[in-house]
Each structure stands twice: as structure tokens, then as C-alpha cells.
């Protein structure tokens, strides 16, 4: 697992193409005797963007504020009645469903009733209807015996003002005022709001809807009421209120299953911190017995996945088509499945076998450099810790961005509507002729019986404090990810350029890097994360533009969006990737952001060749590592909520959908092997541009000794006149 690079390696620094390539790229870095790692003497980098960022910070501050004083999530949470009163809250804790006087006039909204609001009255019901009831044969038979039905008026749904029994009021004037429904169907509650339940018990939609004795039910303009009217009326109402259902469900196990979501993280945590340690010793074993493990494990992936297909493809109860579905036992059976995973599993297991066979001499000087950075990291055990003092920031700015988006979401006011039509089957009737605003007022009183409450309205400047926060969101969690990564850039480059390790590395490293972050270089760090947040802002902006021509027949503005979208993604990385290698400039020399940027492109170019492959060779290896942990944690989560570990049987919960807790954990394993294996990538990226620099800087002579350790040396080459103690 040792060897040298190529000739023509050696030698690419003295080609006369490398020498057109310096020309163009900057002169090498010349040799100074008096540096000995990251400088002392400096100063304050980018002061402007400091200044900046601490005053659109404060402004982060002053949105939560007003965010938290004029907001309310409660609104968000239970449904609101004609007047703005919340069910199941309250004055109406005992009256949690919301009940809609009539759903057709839903219809007339389409799919913007989820935004809009429904403009029919309604008011909150302890439970939902669970018969049928018409207006019409009631009033008819009133008419008749000239005597109010006792028995059909305590059937009726009516608002909080009217009672059907005692109001002097006949049935048809009740109706047509809007004080009492003109019907009702069978119905369910669905996320507290009352929605017909009927549609699975109908043969024929089209045919006219029958009460229990079999009269019709008609509307209060006495049109008939058909399946297909009512499930128009309710069927974007019925989706948006499912999803509702849906996220409701997804948090109840959640809520069900929390405690063991953390036991599985932290589980990560443990098999991160192990792995990290071992490949303190052993880096390069761990390496390749990784690249065997992964290359194992797509090997029987493709063995397993091609077995099942045989086994299944002339099974005719396992060919069917694909559909969505939550039972994750029907994919399992389908011998499509099987062969599109089985296919998957070979391409890639092809792709690593290519990889590993033209790469392996760059895989060595990538093994000698995790080898070299985990040699740092037992020399500065701080380095391990590191990583959850930026993730623990990252989860407060997060909890406090959410948090205000919710309040700003919630300090609408309440809007009230009427509507132009009475006319129930008529449900071609668009959202913006349906609707006439009401004047708002917060005296429930003074609105008029026949001007509804629909929705709360977004104020006026909420989408722009929301953009404000989503961009700050942006750039203050790219600062801290930046600080971390100039924290972790100073130490590293104050390991590397002891001569004598560890004996020469200075005390504190973590400590003094930190130290200088933040007394010096906070305008850089700032300068660099707003470029990447305004990256990022354009980029959902496109996203926004994108889903609002989803619908357009312009081929042109598709094709120039997604060319947009693909080259912002592009800029994104490639920012990232040059900022990263900035901050270890700034690390190492103190100088302003733009300037060590511009070195460290130069740095990068003039060794183009090596950073290709060698960098991407490294970041591979550590992924690798990162799939090994989340692939194990997340596999136990699998057994463990699927109830296969009979021990624990008796620990496993009962969920509605068993895959939500393990979704979770393999995506904060992830999380947490990307920050525990981020001290192993920024320590690798530092080892390299001070690698390059060396290179630069010195010859081996006793004058000018190299700093590499003597793996590299070795692979490389290279000597020194002058041995060092780790040598």
C-alpha cells in the first residue's frame, strides 16, 4: 500500500508548460526564513462587511421581535368559523370540527380554496354530521300541516345566534339568510374540518343525492345536489386537508418515537467517533478496508438484488406496474424492482472497480494525507469536539428562523368576503369574481351576517420580511459554517508547520485559531458567506419562477430557466470549494478575503493536476466513511422499528407509518457523521495547500528543509539534508 508517483509527476513543475503555467497563474511562492506557520502580526481583514453583517444581524433580531408580538401560531394550528373564531380553542374547546354550510361554493375557488378560503358559512360543531338532511321536504311539510317540525329543526346545523326551534323564522328563510345549511351529508372529521364522506358508498356521482327517507337534496336555490357537484365542492379542500392529515400523522410518531430517534443518533455519534479514532492509528488499513467494505457490499447488493429478479421474473403475481403506495412489501414484490436495483448496484459497483484500478497511485498520496491529518487530530483531541459547537448554532439559528417564519405566517388579519352568486350548481364561477372583500374590523359585531370570515390575510409586508429572513437564514448559517472552518484551518496549518511534531506545535492551537477568527477576520468570513447566501437566494428565486411557468407552453423559458438553475448550482460549488481554500489562506497569512482567494486559485492552478484528482480522491474516501455510518445506523433503525429484533419487540412502537423514525435517523446520522468527518476534510484540505506550498517554498536543502512527514517524502520522492524527529 506504499509507491511513488510517476516520472512525469515529478517532473511537472519543470515542464515548459507548467513554466507558461506559473507565468499565467503567479510565481511560485518564494522562500522566507522567517515563517514558521500561521503569522501573529496582523490585522483586521474586510471591515465593512463586518459592519455590515452585524447590522442586518440586529435587523434578524428586530423581525423576531415583531414577528413574536403581532403573531399568533394558534390560527395556524385550529380552523377558524365565519366570525374568526377558533374550533376546539377557547370559548369553542368543546366544538373542535368546522362545519361548511355549503361545499359547493368551494368548488367555484378551485385549487385556491387551500389559500384563499372557502367563503360559505361556517361555524364549529362537536362532532360531524353522520346522516343526510335537506331543507326543502321540511319546509314543504311545515307549509302544509302549517306547524313547525320539532323533529326536522333540531336536525338542522345553524349559527350561533339562531336557534331552529324556538326562531319564529320559517325553514326557507332561515336558509336563504344564511343562518341555518340548506343540507348536509354523511361526513368525517379531517384535520378538525368537517368533509363528505360519502364518495366510496356511491355507485353513480352524477346521479341526485337522497336523505335517509329518500328525498333529494337540493341547495338553498333548490337545485338538486349531485356526488360529482359535492365532491368538486370539497375535492381541493379534501386534498389540502389530507396532506394536513398526513403531517398531523408523520408528527404523532414523532411524538411517539422521539426518545428512541435520539438513542439512534446518538448511536451515530458513537460509530463516527469509534471510526475516527481507529483511523487515528490505522488510517490507511481503514481506507482500503472501507473501499473493500463498499465494494463487498455492492457486490452482494448486485448478487442478491439479480437473484431475486430470477427468482421472480417468471412469477405472474410479481409483474405489475409501479404506483405509489405506503406498503413498502408491494415494491418488494414486484420483479421490476428487483431488477432496477440489481442494475443500479452493478453500475455503480463497475464505476468503483474503473475508479480504484486508474487511481490507485493517487489513492496512496490521499491515504498519506488522512494519515498525516489523523496524526493532527491526536495531537489536538480538541479538533473532534469542535464540530458540534457550529452544529449546536446551526440548530439555534435554525429553531429561531422557524419559529419567526411561523409567527410572521400567523400576523395576518382577519378577512372577511361575501359572495356574488347564490346559485350552488354553478361552480365555473372563478375565485376572483366570488369574492368581495369585507371591511375588516375586529368588532365580530358589526359585520353583517352575509360577510363571512375566510382567512387571515398576509400582511402587506410579510413576504418581504420573510425574504429577508430566508436570505439571512443564508448567510449567517454559511458564517458559522465558515468560522469553523477558518477555526479548523489555523490549527491544522499550525500542526503542519512544526518542524518537529508534535514537540514544535504550539500549545492551544483550537484555542489561539479561534481567537483569531474572531478578533481579526470576521469581515472576511462574513464577505465570503454572503457571497455564497446570495448564490443561494437567486437560486430558490429561480426555483420560484420555475414552479410558477410550470404550466406555460413557452419551451424556450423552460429550457432558460433550467440552463439558470444548472449554472447557479455550478457557481454554488465551485464558490464553496474556492472560499473553503480562502479561509485557509487567511488561516495561515491574515490577509483580506479577496486577496487570499486570489492566491489560492493561483496556488490551486498552478497544481491543477494534483488537486483534481488527489482532493477528489480524499473527499471520495470520506464519504465513503460517512455511508459506512449512516448505512449501519440507519439499517438498525430499519430492523429495529419493523419489529425484526425480537429482543427488543417489546420496545417498538406502534407507528402509522414505521419509516418516518428511520427517514429521520438516517438523515441526522448523516448529519452527524458530515460534521464529525468534516474536522477529517477541512484537516486534509489544509495538509494539502500547506503540502503545495511546501513544495514551493522549499528544496530539502538544510537551508530550505521540507515540512511533510516522511510518507509523503516518500511517495513523492523527496528528502531532506537535514532530518526532523518525526523523520
Not at 131 to 149: K, L
Not at 416 to 430: D, F
Not at 667 to 689: E, K, N, R
Request: net charge neutral; with cysteine; aromatic share 14%.
Amino acid at each position: 500500500m506504499s509507491g511513488k508517483v510517476s516520472d512525469s509527476e515529478k517532473t511537472e513543475n519543470t515542464s515548459d508548460d507548467s513554466d507558461k503555467k506559473k507565468d499565467k497563474y503567479g510565481e511560485e511562492t518564494k522562500y522566507d526564513p522567517t515563517f514558521n506557520g500561521p503569522i501573529k502580526n496582523r490585522g483586521c481583514t474586510d471591515v465593512i462587511c463586518c459592519i455590515l453583517f452585524l447590522i442586518c444581524f440586529l435587523g434578524m433580531g428586530v423581525v423576531g421581535y415583531w414577528a413574536y408580538y403581532e403573531g399568533d401560531p394558534i390560527t395556524l394550528i385550529y380552523p377558524s368559523d365565519s366570525q374568526g373564531n377558533l374550533c376546539g380553542y377557547g370559548t369553542y374547546s368543546d366544538k373542535p370540527n368546522l362545519f361548511f354550510f355549503d361545499l359547493l361554493t368551494c368548488a367555484k375557488q378551485g385549487a385556491a380554496v387551500a389559500v384563499t378560503g372557502c367563503p360559505t358559512p361556517q361555524v364549529c360543531v362537536a362532532t360531524c354530521p353522520s346522516g343526510y338532511w335537506t331543507w326543502y321536504s321540511a319546509y314543504i311539510q311545515e307549509t302544509v300541516t302549517m306547524v313547525q317540525s320539532t323533529t326536522e329543526r333540531e336536525k338542522m346545523i345553524c349559527d350561533y345566534n339562531t336557534t331552529a326551534t324556538t326562531t319564529s323564522k320559517t325553514i326557507k328563510e332561515l336558509v336563504e339568510s344564511d343562518s341555518c345549511a340548506a343540507y348536509y351529508v354523511d361526513s368525517s372529521p379531517i384535520v378538525g374540518r368537517c368533509v363528505p364522506s360519502i364518495f366510496t358508498t356511491l355507485v353513480n356521482l352524477t346521479a341526485n343525492l337522497v336523505t335517509n327517507s329518500n328525498e333529494s337534496i337540493v341547495g338553498a336555490d333548490n337545485s338538486t345536489i349531485t356526488g360529482s357537484a359535492l365532491q368538486a365542492g370539497s375535492k381541493y379542500l379534501a386534498i389540502f386537508l389530507s396532506a394536513k392529515e398526513y403531517g398531523e400523522q408523520i408528527l404523532s410518531d414523532l411524538r411517539a418515537s422521539w426518545w428512541m430517534i435520539l438513542i439512534g443518533l446518538g448511536i451515530a455519534c458513537v460509530l463516527a467517533f469509534i471510526w475516527i479514532v481507529v483511523m487515528r492509528w490505522v488510517a490507511g488499513i481503514m481506507v482500503w478496508l472501507t473501499i473493500i467494505a463498499f465494494l463487498g457490499l455492492f457486490g452482494f447488493s448486485t448478487y442478491y438484488t439479480f437473484t431475486m429478479w430470477v427468482s421472480l421474473k417468471d412469477n405472474p403475481s410479481a409483474q405489475g406496474n409501479f404506483e405509489f403506495t405506503t406498503n413498502l412489501s408491494y415494491y418488494t414484490n414486484l420483479a421490476t424492482t428487483w431488477l432496477v436495483l440489481g442494475i443500479i448496484s452493478a453500475s455503480i459497483l463497475g464505476i468503483l472497480l474503473l475508479i480504484l484500478l486508474f487511481l490507485r497511485e493517487r489513492i496512496l498520496i490521499a491515504i498519506a494525507l488522512i494519515k498525516e491529518a489523523s496524526r493532527a487530530v491526536s495531537s489536538m483531541m480538541f479538533t473532534l469536539l469542535w464540530p458540534v459547537i457550529p452544529f449546536l448554532l446551526q440548530i439555534v439559528l435554525f429553531a429561531y428562523w422557524a419559529l419567526t417564519a411561523l409567527y410572521l405566517a400567523s400576523s395576518g388579519r382577519k378577512s372577511y368576503a361575501t359572495t356574488n352568486s347564490t346559485n350552488s350548481s354553478n361552480i365555473s364561477t372563478t375565485s376572483e369574481n366570488l369574492l368581495n372583500s369585507c371591511p375588516t374590523d375586529t368588532n365580530i359585531s358589526a359585520v353583517t351576517t352575509l360577510c363571512n370570515f375566510v382567512k387571515y390575510d398576509v400582511g402587506e409586508y410579510t413576504i418581504y420580511l420573510q425574504f429577508y429572513m430566508l436570505f439571512m437564514l443564508f448567510w449567517v448559517m454559511n458564517f458559522i459554517i465558515a468560522l469553523g472552518q477558518l477555526t479548523l484551518a489555523g490549527a491544522f496549518a499550525s500542526y503542519y508547520w512544526a518542524f518537529s511534531k508534535p514537540q514544535d506545535i504550539p500549545a492551544f492551537p483550537m484555542t489561539a485559531s479561534l481567537g483569531r477568527s474572531f478578533r481579526y477576520h470576521l469581515g472576511s468570513i462574513a464577505f465570503g458567506s454572503l457571497i455564497i447566501a446570495i448564490i443561494q437566494i437567486i437560486r430558490v428565486f429561480l426555483e420560484y419562477i420555475e414552479s410558477k411557468v410550470k404550466g406555460s407552453e413557452n419551451p424556450v423559458a423552460k429550457f432558460l430557466i433550467k440552463c439558470l438553475k444548472c449554472v447557479f448550482w455550478c457557481l454554488e460549488k465551485f464558490m464553496k470549494f474556492l472560499n473553503k481554500n480562502a479561509y485557509i489562506m487567511i488561516a495561515v497569512y491574515g490577509k483580506n478575503f479577496c486577496t487570499s482567494a486570489k492566491n489560492a486559485f493561483f496556488l490551486i492552478m498552478r497544481n491543477i493536476v494534483r488537486v483534481a484528482v488527489i482532493d477528489k480522491v480524499a473527499d471520495f474516501l470520506l464519504f465513503i466513511s460517512k455511508l459506512v455510518v449512516v448505512a449501519a445506523t440507519t439499517a438498525g433503525a430499519f430492523f429495529f422499528f419493523d419489529g425484526r429484533i425480537t429482543f427488543l419487540a417489546n420496545y417498538t412502537p406502534s407507528l402509522n407509518f414505521y419509516l418516518v423514525p428511520v427517514i429521520v435517523i438516517a438523515i441526522g446520522s448523516y448529519v452527524i457523521a458530515a460534521a464529525f468527518f468534516s474536522v477529517y476534510g477541512m484537516g486534509v484540505d489544509t495538509l494539502f495547500l500547506c503540502f503545495l506550498e511546501d513544495l514551493e517554498r522549499h528544496d530539502g536543502s538544510a537551508e530550505k528543509p521540507y515540512y511533510m512527514n516522511k510518507d509523503l517524502k516518500g511517495i513523492l520522492g523527496k528528502k531532506n539534508k537535514v532530518k526532523s524527529k518525526d523523520d
